[in-house]
T-cell receptor
Framework: AQTVTQSQPEMSVQEAETVTLSCTYD???????LFWYKQPPSRQMILVIR??????QNATENRFSVNFQKAAKSFSLKISDSQLGDTAMYFC???????????FGKGTKLTVNP | GAGVSQSPRYKVAKRGQDVALRCDPI?????LFWYQQALGQGPEFLTY????????KSGLPSDRFFAERPEGSVSTLKIQRTQQEDSAVYLC????????????FGPGTRLLVL
């Protein structure tokens, strides 16, 4: 079974600075997808970024980018120019190719300080 | 259009009561998912529908949990004889197509069993 590990339960960053959230996963699959979801205090889970394992190029979405290291099974999220609205729980998630069942990590609580 | 909606947003039940949680997916979305999120944890998969067919219910924790989607749109998650360990946030998600699509989440229903 696949597992997703987020080793940082909580992190904080100053507004306008850069922060990196780490995620590692364990799988024997070669075809899969990785996601970062953001869950603000209102609890609506929002997709931040998505990466297909077959793509070597790291996904980017405005201030959000990932460092996908397939051999190391690592998928970290970098948030540049942090904003107060980035304060939220961030979940890393894994989706096996051919499956529809997302496997989530336990999350990292990010606080952006003014 | 509107996002995924869930009702009620909050539910308090006495131990032993039956509860029903509703999910309205994004209009036209084929697939629908239920997740359970315990306090301080990431969401865990419960079950998955493609249209009205329940294709995977491997995550349902016991036979007290039952989900349906009779017309392929709205879904109901029913928990019979609730127990304190059922207290959690129940998240619903939907996707436009059934294959490896990004899941869009609703705000969740917070269930507290006393």
């Amino acid at each position: 079974a696949q597992t997703v590990t987020q080793s940082q339960p909580e992190m904080s960053v100053q507004e306008a600075e850069t922060v990196t959230l780490s995620c590692t996963y364990d799988t024997s699959e070669n075809n899969y997808y990785l996601f970062w979801y953001k869950q603000p205090p209102s609890r609506q889970m929002i997709l931040v970024i998505r990466q297909e394992a077959y793509k070597q190029q790291n996904a980017t979405e405005n201030r959000f980018s990932v460092n996908f290291q397939k051999a190391a099974k690592s998928f970290s999220l970098k948030i540049s120019d942090s904003q107060l609205g980035d304060t939220a729980m961030y979940f890393c998630a894994f989706l096996k190719g051919g499956s529809e069942k997302l496997v989530f990590g336990k999350g990292t609580k990010l606080t952006v300080n003014p | 259009g509107a996002g995924v909606s869930q009702s009620p947003r909050y539910k308090v039940a006495k131990r032993g009561q039956d509860v029903a949680l509703r999910c309205d997916p994004i209009s036209g979305h084929v697939s629908l998912f239920w997740y359970q999120q315990a306090l301080g944890q990431g969401p865990e998969f419960l079950t998955y529908f493609q249209n009205e067919a329940q294709l995977d219910k491997s995550g349902l924790p016991s036979d007290r949990f039952f989900a349906e989607r009779p017309e392929g749109s709205v879904s109901t998650l029913k928990i019979q004889r609730t127990q304190q360990e059922d207290s959690a946030v129940y998240l619903c998600a939907s996707t436009k197509r059934p294959i490896q699509e990004t899941q869009y989440f609703g705000p969740g229903t917070r269930l507290l069993v006393l």
